[in-house]
């Protein structure tokens, strides 16, 4: 009898127990590089001093590679991948995830990874881009009901452009990158060929974009193109447009 009643209590905590959730490779978003692959196949690790450079290593070696050129590194460049060198920063609960920022302005490197509840790190995302500042943090912003990791940043340059980088959580709970070629497809459609939208960026939290035009033979100063104005939602883990107003006319 007492065995049965053990059985019992088992099967019972079975039944309550918290459903496994799936974690699915994603795509890794680099910046800095010219010929990344898409997808990666590479285990979660838990210790970032032994482990963060080898993991960025068979995701893009020719970074740490490249990274050998700079003589006013005097140690080996695996250590500034190393708590020793990096700043480490917690951003905070994102789902099942919670946020990690890691940089080093000696290397121009950040990283944002996220950790499980095993307390195992996730790459998410690797910066080497020189024109990118290392000193933005990542942060986790409400849009239309849901929870959006946002790792934008304006880039050095008059062209104020933005890296655009804006991540949304799936049905099961990991994360996938925002797809905004609906909002470029849109402007290309409604403007004149050769005219375009050359400076600024998405802020993905603001659902009307609006930006000047810029005519074909404009200085980056002075667009006379008119304005456009785009409104959009976000439908699983992309932009949908829903309405486009375009003024030619409009002065700047």
């Known amino acids: 009898m007492k065995l049965f009643l053990l059985l019992m209590a088992w099967l019972a905590c079975l039944a309550y127990a918290e459903p496994a959730t799936e974690v699915r490779q994603w795509e890794i978003t680099i910046d800095g590089d010219e010929e990344a692959p898409r997808k990666y196949a590479y285990k979660p690790f838990s210790n970032i001093d032994k482990e963060y450079a080898q993991k960025i290593n068979e995701i893009c070696w020719w970074n740490i590679a490249d990274d050998y050129k700079n003589k006013s590194i005097s140690e080996n460049i695996q250590a500034q991948y190393t708590k020793k060198f990096l700043k480490i ?23 944002i990874l996220l950790q499980d509840k095993n307390k195992k790190y996730y790459i998410l995302y690797l910066q080497f881009d020189e024109a990118i500042s290392v000193d933005f943090l990542p942060f986790i912003a409400n849009v239309q009901g849901r929870e959006i990791l946002i790792a934008d940043v304006e880039l050095s340059g008059t062209a104020r452009e933005h890296t655009e980088n804006y991540f949304v959580l799936d049905s099961l709970g990991n994360p996938a990158k925002i797809d905004l070629s609906a909002i470029r497809k849109a402007i290309n459609k409604a403007v004149p060929t050769g005219w375009g939208v050359w400076k600024g960026g ?51």
Not at 89 to 111: F, L, P
């Open 89 to 111: 920063r917690n951003i905070g609960t994102w789902g099942k995830w919670n946020v990690i920022d890691v940089s080093n302005a000696n290397i121009n490197h950040k990283g």
């Open 202 to 252: 998405i802020d993905i939290r603001d659902p009307a974009y609006s930006s000047p035009v810029w005519k074909r033979n404009d200085a980056n100063c002075c667009p006379t193109g008119g304005e456009i104005t785009i409104h959009f939602s976000l439908v699983g883990a992309a932009l949908q447009v829903n309405r486009v107003h375009y003024d030619q006319h409009r002065k700047q």
